[in-house]
């Protein structure tokens, strides 16, 4: 992951959770919808957040950092782990990071958009962990990265327990709508402390 980062700007890392933790989430998941934690994504920052389900139709539960769900403790400290191992072989001065749960409904996606703007400018690097038991390629719901000059770089299935990671600034991206329920914990490492845009 760290080569690749370092060489290209992204990284695609395959049974990134094992398979008795992909199928742990799998029930939290579900109880976290059977309890009503997820509302519709927003877009922007601030008095500019709108609901907006033309350009992203999933919905997000942004939980506190400060008392997260125990069944994500174990991945939340790999995640830490990360920030700590990309300042040390990166340089790239991440000093926070934050951090939602997503599903996307069937049909729903995210249509092209860069990470890092003007209303979100120290989101450095980012993360998605896909929370998919036994996805199949015909599911669709893929992740297209594009560089900067628009060129398609890849599509990833988002089979469970794959990591991306890509920074923020420089490659627009999508979510292509799937069949079935899309699920995943996406992340930003900052270079800012959270809460501070
Ligand atoms: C996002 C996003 C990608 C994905 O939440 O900003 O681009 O594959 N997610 O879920
Ligand atoms: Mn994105």
Do not use: C
């Not at 400060?66 to 990166?90: D, G, W, Y």
Request: proline share 5%.
């Amino acid at each position: 992951m760290l080569e690749s980062l370092k060489n290209v700007g992204w990284s695609v890392e395959r049974d990134w959770l094992s398979h008795q933790d992909l199928s742990d989430l799998t029930v939290a998941f579900q109880n976290w919808k059977a309890e009503n934690r997820f509302t519709p994504a927003r877009i922007g920052q601030g008095q500019s957040l709108q609901q907006h389900g033309g350009i992203r139709g999933d919905e997000t539960w942004w939980f506190d950092l400060a008392a997260p769900p125990t069944e994500l403790l174990p991945i939340l400290q790999r995640v830490e782990a990360l920030k700590v191992e990309m300042n040390r072989s990166l340089f790239l001065g991440l000093k926070d990071w934050d951090v939602h749960l997503a599903s996307y409904p069937p049909g729903a996606g995210y249509k092209k958009h860069l990470d890092r703007h003007q209303l979100q400018s120290s989101r450095k690097l980012s993360l998605v962990l896909y929370l998919n038991e036994n996805w199949q390629k015909a599911d669709g719901g893929e992740l297209v990265i594009y560089n900067q000059a628009g060129e398609e770089l890849t599509r990833v299935s988002p089979e469970g327990g794959t990591l991306v990671m890509f920074l923020s600034e420089d490659f627009p991206h999508e979510v292509l709508p799937a069949k079935r329920e899309r699920r995943s914990l996406t992340g930003w490492f900052l270079d800012a402390p959270r809460g501070v845009v």
